[in-house]
């Protein structure tokens, strides 16, 4: 079946720190890739996508880029801020309409001024 | 911005009772979902619903738990018989069709069975 493995957390940054958080999948077809966050109290919220191979999310100085060769969706950012302090969960769905989404446990994220 | 709102934000509920968790998606969006996230652990899927039936579910999904949109706006998640171990985060969700939209989640309701 579907499943989405990311690394384990916390993850503890210093502001303006390069940021790498690891996420590989299985699936079979085409899946679309997803990163959600969910910020303390909050509910998830999109924070970027791809839908096809090689193709780059971006968002908020995020990105991820879908490697079907490595079944990889990482999530990269250049220099986090405090305000990046969050729950990072990475996801797949297959391509059908009205599918769910899986996801993996989810990295926490803490970041230090 | 439209959005996805659940009530209540906290219940606490006696084991065995019933409870509804209640949801109103973003009024053009065609599929709704229920998501749960026990504390600590990863957010697993509940149920898909779609055209007033459930287009999937998951293995958690068995017979205590039911779904129904009750009129145009609101989409309710039943526990029948609640246990200990129902004590989780409920996430509600709803996307406009294409399973690459963006799904849109509320800020959850989270349940304590006592």
């Known amino acids: 079946g579907n499943s989405v493995t990311q690394m384990e957390g916390p993850v503890t940054l210093s502001e303006e720190a390069f940021l790498t958080i690891n996420c590989t999948y299985t699936a079979t077809g085409y899946p679309s890739l997803f990163w959600y966050v969910q910020y303390p109290g909050e509910g998830l919220q999109l924070l970027l996508k791809?839908?096809?191979?090689?193709d780059k999310g971006s968002n908020k100085g995020f990105e991820a880029t879908y490697r079907k060769e490595t079944t990889s969706f990482h999530l990269e950012k250049g220099s986090v801020q405090v305000s990046d302090s969050a729950v990072y969960f990475c996801a797949l769905t297959s391509n059908q309409a009205g599918t769910a989404l899986i996801f993996g446990k989810g990295t926490t994220l803490s970041v230090s001024s | 911005e439209p959005e996805v709102t659940q009530t209540p934000s906290h219940q606490v509920t006696q084991m065995g009772q019933e409870v509804i968790l209640r949801c109103v998606p973003i009024?053009?969006?065609?599929?709704f979902y229920w998501y749960r996230q026990i504390l600590g652990q990863k957010v697993e899927f509940l149920v898909s619903f779609y055209n007033n039936e459930i287009s999937e579910k998951s293995e958690i999904f068995d017979d205590q738990f039911s779904v129904e949109r009750p009129d145009g706006s609101n989409f309710t998640l039943k526990i029948r018989s609640t246990k200990l171990e129902d004590s989780a985060m409920y996430f509600c969700?709803?996307?406009?069709?294409?399973?690459?939209?963006?799904?849109?989640f509320g800020q959850g309701t989270r349940l304590t069975v006592v």
């Open positions: 969700a709803s996307t406009y069709r294409e399973v690459s939209t963006e799904a849109f």
């Open positions: 009024s053009n969006h065609l599929y």
């Open positions: 791809a839908t096809k191979a090689d």
